[in-house]
Each structure stands twice: as C-alpha cells, then as structure tokens.
T-cell receptor
Framework: NAGVTQTPKFQVLKTGQSMTLQCAQD?????MSWYRQDPGMGLRLIHY???????DQGEVPNGYNVSRSTTEDFPLRLLSAAPSQTSVYFC???????????????FGPGTRLTVL | AQSVTQPDIHITVSEGASLELRCNYS??????LFWYVQSPGQGLQLLLK??????LVQGIKGFEAEFKRSQSSFNLRKPSVHWSDAAEYFC?????????????FGTGTQLKVEL
C-alpha cells in the first residue's frame, strides 16, 4: 500500500491564482481530512469527509473548497489564493469504527504552499 | 470544546538522558489520546495511542506515555534519548464531541538532542 499520497510537494502561487491540492489513499478509509500547519499553531482542521459525497467544515474552512466523489480521492481547492494561505497542508485518512471507537489517522507527506 | 496544551515549545536534552514531554487536555468524556512525531520536512507518524485499559501505553521507537485522568495529562517519556529522536512532537485528542473526523492537536514541542 502507498498509504496517503499528496501532490504536489511544493507549490508557489501568486495572489489570486487558484489551484487544487491532490490527496489519495489506497486503504479504503472512510474518513479523510485536510489540515494546515503553521508555526506555533499546531495542525488546524480545514475540511473533512466521512465518506464519498459527504463533506463538512473544520475550524478554518474559509477560502477552501473540497469534494469527495470517490472513496480514494479528496482534493482541496484554493479558489483565490491569498498570502495568509501560505502554509504546509496535510491530508489524513482513517478507517471508520462502527463500534464507536476511534481509529488512528494516517498522514500524507504534506504540500508546502507559498502564496506571493 | 476540547483542547490540548503542550506547555514546552522547545526542549533540549543530551543524548542518553531521559525525556518527558508534557501534554494536558480538556475533554468532556473519556478521550482518545495520541502522540505523533514529525521529522523535518516529513509528515506525521503515530508514536502511540490510548483508547482505554492500561493507562501506561507503549509505542514505537522506545516511547511510552501515561494517561492520568485526575491530572488530565498524557505525558510522553523515553528513558534514553537518541540523536535521531530530534523532531517535533504533537499531542492530540479526539474525537470532537460533534463527531466526524476531528482531532485537536497541541501546538507541538520541538526536541533538540545534544551530542
């Protein structure tokens, strides 16, 4: 298994440009999430999905869109990039737990985005 | 809402010395607790997790953590640190009381190991 993969690894955008960060997992996990990591702030949840066709907002969703058309893929779209979106973005996935427990999240290697 | 506090932003230890990284959480029920490690330029790797049962949990790379409900703590320990342990460590608690996929992370502790 490749686990969670993310592309690209690095990206530089100009203010106002749009782009899509790709995320894919081959573990058949129901849950997928996008986090951003900024110095001194840990990881903050942007959007998440509990299954194909179902998405919801996290704590910092503004400026980002997501969709989940398949179990494997969960792309993150920046509609009009701003310097405040300069960050490292991590995608994560986990298996659902029908018994009410909580399974660990697996993280991708990250995308380092700079917005000029 | 749940929260996680890692009071030490930076910690420096000598190779071979013992290590304890602190983590305090706020959560309305019995939490699921995690420690992740992030090496420079890498993603997050799970070190260990606590769901229930024995409050002392063993993880990979010789790490362990102890869940103390009375202190709302889940401190990470290692008896003898190796230079390769230099990394950033994150404590996390979940899931959110609203359900879904929400893990709440602390702000991280950067570990430096002196040779």
């Amino acid at each position: 298994n490749a686990g969670v993969t993310q592309t690209p690894k690095f990206q530089v955008l100009k203010t106002g440009q749009s782009m899509t960060l790709q995320c894919a997992q081959d573990m058949n996990h129901e849950y997928m999430s996008w986090y951003r990591q900024d110095p001194g702030m840990g990881l903050r949840l942007i959007h998440y999905s509990v299954g194909a066709g179902i998405t919801d907002q996290g704590e910092v969703p503004n400026g980002y869109n997501v969709s989940r058309s398949t179990t494997e893929d969960f792309p993150l779209r920046l509609l009009s990039a701003a310097p405040s979106q300069t960050s490292v973005y991590f995608c994560a996935s986990r298996r659902g737990a029908g018994d009410g427990s909580y399974n660990e999240q697996f993280f991708g290697p990250g995308t380092r985005l700079t917005v000029l | 809402a749940q929260s996680v506090t890692q009071p030490d932003i930076h910690i420096t230890v000598s190779e071979g010395a013992s290590l304890e990284l602190r983590c305090n959480y706020s959560y309305g029920a019995t939490p699921y607790l995690f420690w992740y490690v992030q090496s420079p330029g890498q993603g997050l790797q799970l070190l260990l997790k606590y769901f229930s049962g024995d409050t002392l949990v063993q993880g990979i790379k010789g790490f362990e953590a102890e869940f103390k409900r009375s202190q709302s703590s889940f401190n990470l320990r290692k008896p003898s640190v190796h230079w390769s342990d230099a990394a950033e460590y994150f404590c996390a608690v979940g899931p959110s009381t609203g359900g879904g996929n929400k893990l709440t992370f602390g702000t991280g502790t950067q570990l430096k190991v002196e040779l």
